[in-house]
């Protein structure tokens, strides 16, 4: 018998620990199938791996064939550890048996039970009174014996699972048998859910996930209530995971005042490069619509078929180019106001292309004003690009979208910024091909060619100098049938532009040495620039050739930037810009020079006022302003104000304000935007008569209960635009939402549980 109470390695240890040792080894694993953090232990042992085993003692019964471990066993492999009272393995008959205090570790995934016993050839065995935890879902499984009946399936008697913390949970479900498929779903039957130690459903069989991938099963179903638009409305999801690459949902949808609804999500990824998503809707609404304070809307006579169709793909080929699809289409204009309440574009929108295929760019509710199908194709050199896109526009403004222009093709060549046979001028350019559609009104070809030459000067630490000169040829060619008095079928322009900017920062650190705020850095950034556009007869230019407008103007700014040098309390530094306002206006020369005839035609160059304000004098406080001032009436044109305070706790308001005037406003348009320095044109655009507030409110009551409130109100017409209630109450594995909403067209009622680890459901 030899003594090991000290942790020795591999090659240290006895014959009998050898036996073992590679008897025990395969255990390790138990729970690999379950979690990927034990792959690794599968592996073949080898010597440049360092195993370490204590124990009291380790014997060997020659008579018996017996290897036993006693005493405080501990095996540690590659982070995974197996500990136990005493360990034995029976050579003959191949079976290991662990007693006493017996945990698996691997990682964060833990097996606990009072004895383990299991084959050391087909890995299969048992754990009695066990316990099992999986971090990744932090999912909790015990059971009188928990079972390892396959190669990855487990079964467990006397079963619960659970995602809570704590020997009391606040909520688990119970069976007498489960069955738990791993990397897929759990399955039991007779099965109690529990709330707290009271049972409140009982279910004849129940599918949970209980996975690392993917695996075909029913999700959880979506329950709501819409009192004007949809009624009683209930949607079960069923997943399908056809292959390695491929996977599909299909939704089935119940409203009662509408029918039934039936949706379909495909989603593929040929490799890393290449991927997408399929969505299809289909309805025969049913609803009655008459209403008569909407005079753009067609009455609903009942049976309309009611539809929506997206596909997403992109595919990156390896020469530095892709392809990318955003199709979009829907039956009828009115497709998201009658679903705004919820639909597939709401519960996948997502800003970013960070996650690949939950990627709704557009905002599917009622204020979407159109909707854009694209197709494009983008090849990307050291200095060049080339795009070409295809673009259907669909516009919910319009009782049809007959005249609205579409663009198939648009073939855009850029080449960035690079210097002229090394000298210190540069050169870019853009050169574009255009096909405008539209069934009616005027429609054609269109050609631009737009080269801009820059030299930057810089004088040392204190201003940069930079002068422009634009070239713009263009020519379009008609090939509509309608007859246009005076517009000829063809034609062309060239005009140029000269511009330059003028810019300078100067700037000095204050030392505050306080506890939090070390020194503050006020920088100001005063800029000017000037453009100059001859006049150019562009009366026969059809319509879908953009004007360019004379143009002699001077706008001119500056931006003042506060910048604190911050102080954490772990020692390191930060820096924050607590506020940035920037004024800025334009002056034109031509409106300054103007002949004015009488009084009534007062001669008005300067521009309107643009002022940007953002201020965030404490992580907690933020405030921003973007405001336009007239000059030539004294009043504002726009005023937009949003306020946000918070604390600690999470208690937060949020205060919004919108306001414009109607009548015409100074717009700067960077319509010759290439790369780096862009020449500004100004031109006016109409402002459209507005006064909103908004306001939201979260209150944290205690550490788990939480209140929200919402209104959006448009002051103009006395209108509320949305009013909502919520009330969300959370612990560490649960939370129940209760929210009420109220617009123009539906009251809404809705009340959510999620069961961290298992989903949401709720009506």
């Known amino acids: 018998m030899r003594k090991a109470r000290e942790p020795v390695t591999i090659a240290a240890l006895s014959l009998p620990g050898m036996m073992i040792l590679r008897a025990i080894l395969p255990w390790l694993c138990f729970l690999s199938v379950l979690s990927p953090a034990f792959a690794p232990a599968m592996e073949p042992l080898r010597g ?239 609803k009655q619509f008459d209403d008569p304070d909407d005079d753009i809307r067609p009455d609903w006579q009942g049976g309309e078929n009611r539809w929506s169709l997206y596909w997403n793909h992109q595919t990156t080929f390896p020469d530095n180019s892709y392809l990318r699809a955003d199709i979009r289409k829907v039956s009828d204009r009115w497709y998201f106001r009658d679903f705004t309440g919820w639909n597939y574009y709401l519960d996948h929108y997502a800003t970013d292309d960070r996650r690949k295929f939950d990627r709704v760019s557009f905002l599917g509710d009622e204020t979407l004003a159109s909707l854009d199908s694209t197709v494009r194709f983008v090849r990307n050199w050291d200095f060049y690009n080339l795009t070409v896109l295809g673009q259907f526009t669909d516009n919910f403004a319009t009782l049809n979208n007959d005249a609205t222009l579409q663009r198939y093709p648009e073939i855009t060549l850029t080449g960035t910024k690079r210097p002229i046979f090394g000298g210190p001028a540069y050169l870019e350019f853009t050169t574009a091909y255009d096909y405008f559609y539209r069934t009616e009104g005027q429609k054609g070809h269109f050609y631009d060619l737009q080269p801009i030459v820059s030299l930057p000067l810089t004088f040392g630490d204190y201003a940069q100098f930079t002068p422009q000169f634009l ?137 309107d006022v643009d002022l940007e304000l953002d201020l965030l004098p404490h992580p907690q406080v933020s405030f921003s302003a973007r405001n336009k001032y007239s000059v030539n009436s004294g009043d504002w044109k726009q005023t937009n104000y949003d306020l946000g305070l918070s604390d600690k706790r999470g208690d937060s308001v949020t205060l919004g304000y919108r306001y414009a005037k109607s009548g015409d406003t100074t717009i700067p348009g960077y319509l010759y935007a290439v790369s780096g320095n862009t020449m500004v044109l100004n031109y006016r655009a109409p402002l459209t008569p507005l006064q909103e507030v908004n306001l939201a409110l979260k209150a944290v009551i205690t550490e788990r209960l939480e209140a929200n409130y919402i209104i959006r109100e448009n002051r103009l017409d006395n209108q509320v635009v949305e009013e909502s209630y919520g009330v969300r109450y959370k612990k560490q594995c649960w939370s129940a939402d209760i929210a009420y909403v109220n617009t123009p067209n539906d009251r809404r009622f809705t009340i959510m549980f999620v069961l961290y680890g298992l989903g949401k459901a709720g009506f």
């Open 48 to 286: 440049d791996k360092p195993v370490m085993i204590e124990a009291d003692s380790i014997a060997y019964d020659e008579e018996r064939d017996v290897v036993t471990a006693s005493g405080g066993v501990v095996i540690r492999y590659e982070g995974n550890t197996l500990a136990a009272d005493t360990v034995a393995l029976d050579r003959k008959t191949n079976i290991a048996t662990a007693e006493g205090n017996v945990v698996l570790r691997s990682e964060k995934d833990v097996i606990e039970g009072e004895r383990a016993v299991f084959n050391t050839q087909d890995r299969r065995g048992v754990v009695y009174q066990g316990k099992m935890f999986l971090a990744e879902n932090h999912f909790y499984l015990e059971g009188s014996t928990i079972e390892k009946v396959g190669a990855e399936s487990y079964r467990a008697t006397d079963a619960a699972v659970t995602t809570c913390d704590g020997d009391a949970p606040d909520w688990r479900i119970r069976s007498s048998e489960m069955d738990v498929t791993v990397d897929g779903y759990g399955t039991l039957k007779h099965g109690r859910f529990y709330a707290g130690g009271v049972p409140v459903l009982y279910v004849p069989y129940f599918l949970f996930p209980a996975k690392t991938t993917r695996q075909s099963g029913f999700l959880l179903p979506r329950f709501a209530y819409s009192m004007k638009n949809s009624g009683l409305d209930l949607e079960v999801p069923f997943y399908w995971a056809i292959s390695e690459d491929t996977d599909a949902t299909f939704f089935q949808r119940y409203m009662e005042k509408r029918g039934f609804k039936e949706g379909m999500e495909f989603r593929y990824a040929a490799s890393e490069k290449s991927f997408g998503t399929f969505y299809a809707d289909y309805l025969k609404d049913r």
């Open 471 to 607: 070239l713009k040829g263009s020519g379009w060619s008609r090939d509509d049938q309608a007859s246009v008095a005076g517009l000829s079928r063809q034609g062309d322009r060239a005009l140029y532009s000269l511009g330059a900017t003028l810019s300078s920062e100067v700037h000095r650190i204050f030392s505050v040495g306080g506890k939090t705020v070390d020194k503050i850095r006020h920088g100001i950034r005063p800029e000017i620039s000037y453009i100059y556009t001859p006049y150019e007869f562009q009366g026969d230019a059809p319509d879908f050739v953009t004007q360019v407008f004379e143009q002699h103007t001077v706008t001119y700014g500056v931006i003042n930037t506060l910048m604190a040098k911050l102080k954490e309390p772990n020692g390191k530094t930060s820096y924050r810009e607590f506020l940035r306002f920037k004024l800025s206006q334009s002056f034109d020369i031509r409106e300054s020079r103007r002949n004015v005839q009488n009084q009534e035609q007062e001669k008005r160059p300067f521009s």
